[in-house]
């Protein structure tokens, strides 16, 4: 998929387009784009980063990075995206400026979008200002119950799998693999150590069931309290792995949550959970 961060950097031609921040790319997200793939010119998202509550200075954890964004988006058939800088003179632009300096500039004759959508200051922009506009304007139903503030409950929940539901995937977690204590190895089970983008969303500490770089993984979320941690780590056992991870980029599924993080009896007693854990990682299945 090509991305550009100018208007001017994508050839001015026939395109169907949506439009939005697509945290988390779930499946309200996901009809949308079906639409646009279907409307038959080049499908194209036109998409913001930071993302707008972030640039307006409010709080919000994140489901998906830019490049998980963008590699999702990819995924579901978008061809071009267009990766617009959000800052206050963004946020200052009238609906119809946005639609001259942005939507007319890179060819667009087709929206597609929810009956919710709003664009432009204030919010103040909708699909039928669209219309009026000239574009032809494909109204997708919305998904009941489906959104991105939904599904950060959900996770914070420790509900995992309702979460993937709403998001037609499974969870993930992302980050950096950073050097750690070593502790893993040491009990037979080496792990890589994640460090999350700080304006991600990580899920309620527990073990869980997953997957990372192809293999099965046991995943651990918390501060491991066996040993007195009070720093939230992000820990995978890759099942059948071998090999150095460090200063890798690496996304997690998360399937299944197995536990609550526990401190144990002795280290013996840690490591026979652990096995256990294990095993069940290799039973889980991946959600559809």
Known sequence: MKVVQRPEELERQKRAVAIGTFDGVHLGHRRVLE??????????????????????????????????????????????????EFDLEVARLSPEAFVDDVLRRIGAEVIA????????????????LLERLGFDVRTVPLAQGVSSSRIRELL????????????????????TVVAGDARGGTLGFPTANLRPDPILLVPAFGIYAGAAQGRRAAISIGTNPHYGGDERRIEAFLLDFEGDLYGRRLVVELWKRL??????????????????????????????
């Open 113 to 128: 979008a929810g009956s919710n959508f709003r664009f432009g200051q204030g919010r103040s922009g909708d699909l039928a």
């Open 35 to 84: 639409a646009v793939v279907a409307a038959g010119l080049t499908p194209t998202v036109v998409t913001f980063d930071p993302h707008p509550r972030l640039a307006l200075g409010y709080g919000v954890e994140l489901l998906t990075t830019l490049e998980r964004r963008l590699e999702l988006l990819a995924a579901a058939g978008i061809e071009e995206s267009l990766v617009v």
């Open 156 to 175: 914070r929940a420790g509900e995992i799998e309702r979460a993937g539901k709403l998001l037609g995937r499974p969870p993930e977690v992302e980050g």
């Open 259 to 288: 536990r609550d993080e526990r401190a144990f009896e002795s280290e013996q007693d840690l490591i026979d959970q652990i096995a256990l854990d294990v095993d069940e990682t290799r039973r889980a299945v991946r959600p559809s």
